[in-house]
């Protein structure tokens, strides 16, 4: 392995936590499965879930439905009530530490992804494999909603070497390619063999922020406003329009709407007519019959009319940026301008307001604004208080510590971690946190995220969150634990403290949560805490090798009676 490869090696396994894995190649593989689905997936996610661990042929699997990383079936349906379609990609990797490409071994690795696709695969599966054919299965049994397009299929294969175009390896990837079209179940089939300069790069890019030139001509300077540096109105071409949603490979860039409260909705009546005037011709009265859009940026640079945009966010728009995208190719697209706001500013209270205030024009729910909420605000500054082995960091926004290298990343914690865990510990339904998180807060209702609610109580339901995840990593709990963790959170306060828990807008939950936070801050004593908890779940008739059991209620309702029981002897 080359020195610059290794320094990034290193550098990622210092900020995900992993110096216990001694072992290079899963390093490697570790590595490789970050770089790629970052990549794909603009959100925090755990490095495990992606890690197919054992199998053969494969180290790396994500499958993303509507533009989120799914593990579970409930997902699925969640996000298909929610925008009445899906959309997947499966994303396979293979990583390899040796200095050049093995037509052997990505014969091997493209023989596992058609078996894995097979109706009766014929490879041994571990148990992560085997929990995602369940979910390939289950997404294929809903193909008469995949109204986009079948799923898409990409393989990355990766060396520390460098890729030549070497005829043997091409027939190879040529005839892999071939194999995996032929079964006729996907839109596409890409493939991608990566050497050491392109791992490098794809490392390099999950620590940036997104950055796009565009000429803006046509623009007025809006008068000076409180809590912002600059601000504009007008309307660009979609040619310069184009530049700010898709990215080098001709896709939209998610990470760019992870602010607008609601993902694109499909053919909604509202998309339909936006995409029916377009298609009729009516280019030039684009600009007079849609609202537009609302960017804001924290950094601009401007020379003339020639903009630089940093780090933004399209936070109203995502309806019209989608349809605009899937029309990208027709002819006279071009001659379509788009009404545009755009503000910079890194006033925080002030984007929410912006966001906020530009969503509820339009038919948004209350749940959908949830994140944007006073508490959340609230939630934040709370983390960032905190510091030492307690520290944790409160990710509102995608990617918004990626340019920080002192932030380690398995101590971000995101907003559907941060729901689950709440569900999880204090409204004790870890058996419903398998499902999207949208789906989850919509049923929580006021339950969550309430005004009067102290912080605290959420922050040390995701300190015990971190802390398990951190005691698995270091081996001394079996991983075969982390399936059941948000059951073993719901567990944590009965094994932690003799006292209720008490209200969470009530002045005793400081003390409630700190006496708690004590044990989990001290490693012996959080270990031995989590170790109760594993063996009581030993001590009771659960399948632990089962996933679907922890999705079961009957089974938190039998671990809360084993607590009522052992508290009636007491």
């Known amino acids: 392995m080359d020195a610059i490869t290794k320094n990034l090696l290193n550098d990622f396994i210092s900020n995900q936590e992993l110096e216990n894995i001694t072992n290079e190649s899963i390093q490697f593989e570790y590595f490789c499965n970050y770089s790629i689905v970052t990549r794909e997936y603009s959100e925090t996610f755990d490095i495990e879930s992606v890690s197919t661990g054992s199998s053969t042929g494969i180290d790396g699997l994500a499958i993303l439905v509507n533009g989120r990383l799914v593990e579970s079936k409930e997902e699925i349906d969640d996000l298909l009530s929610s925008n009445k379609y899906l959309e997947a990609t499966f994303i396979f990797v293979q990583a390899k530490t040796s200095s050049s490409f093995n037509s052997g071994e990505m014969n091997t690795f493209f023989f596992a992804v058609q078996d894995f696709f097979n109706s009766q695969p014929t490879l041994p599966q571990n148990e992560c494999m085997s929990a995602r054919t369940e979910i390939k299965n289950y997404l294929y049994s809903k193909s008469a909603s995949m109204t986009k397009g079948l799923p898409q299929c990409k393989l990355y294969y990766v060396t520390t070497g460098n890729w030549n175009d070497d005829q043997t390896l091409l027939a190879v990837c040529g005839a892999g390619k071939t194999s995996l079209e032929g079964m006729n179940i996907f839109e596409s089939v890409t493939l991608n063999q990566l050497g050491a300069p392109e791992i490098q790069k794809y490392y390099h890019k999950t620590k940036e922020v997104i950055s796009r030139d565009i000429t803006f001509s046509n623009k007025v300077v809006m008068p ?34 992870y602010e607008n409260v609601r993902a694109f909705q499909g053919e909604n009546p509202v998309n339909l007519k936006i995409k029916n005037n377009l298609d009729s011709g009516e280019f030039d009265k684009f600009v007079v019959l849609n609202n537009g859009v609302t960017v804001v940026a924290r950094n601009i640079v401007a020379a003339g009319n020639k903009f630089t945009i940093n780090d933004y966010q399209i936070v109203n728009g995502c309806q019209t940026s989608h349809v605009l995208f899937g029309l990208r190719d027709k002819a006279g697209m071009d001659n379509v301008n788009i009404p545009i706001k755009l503000i910079v500013s890194s006033n925080e209270e002030l984007i929410n307001q912006i966001i906020t205030a530009t969503n509820s024009q339009t038919a948004v729910k209350p749940e959908e604004l949830e994140a944007l909420s006073e508490f959340q605000k609230k939630l934040e500054h709370y983390y960032d208080t905190t510091k030492d082995v307690g520290k944790l960091y409160y990710e509102r926004r995608s990617k918004q510590y990626n340019t920080n290298p002192t932030v380690t990343k ?161």
Do not use: W
């Not at 660009?236 to 530049?243: Q, V």
């Open 410 to 570: 398995t101590r971000i914690i995101n907003i559907p971690i941060q729901i689950k865990c709440f569900a999880a510990m204090f409204l004790r339904e870890p058996h419903k946190v398998s499902r999207y998180y949208g789906a989850i807060i919509k049923d929580l209702g006021g339950k969550i995220f309430a005004p009067d609610h102290n912080p605290i109580a959420y922050y040390l339901c995701a300190y015990a969150y971190f802390r398990f995840d951190q005691i698995i990593r270091s081996g001394n709990i079996d991983k075969k634990y982390k399936k059941c963790k948000f059951h073993i959170l719901m567990m944590l306060p009965f094994l932690a403290s003799e006292d209720k828990v008490p209200s969470l807008n009530s002045s005793s939950i400081e003390k409630y949560c700190v006496a708690i936070l004590n044990d989990l801050t001290d490693s012996d004593k959080s270990l031995n805490l989590f170790k109760r908890a594993t063996d009581l779940l030993d001590s009771m008739e659960i399948n632990l090798d089962d996933r679907d059991e922890f999705k079961k209620q009957t089974i938190t309702e039998l671990i809360l009676r084993q607590f009522i029981l052992e508290a009636s002897k007491e």
């Open 224 to 257: 000076e406003i409180f809590g912002v540096n600059e601000a504009y109105i007008g309307t660009i071409n979609f040619i310069e329009f184009k530049k700010l949603i898709i990215d080098d490979e001709d896709k939209i860039l998610p990470s760019i709407f």
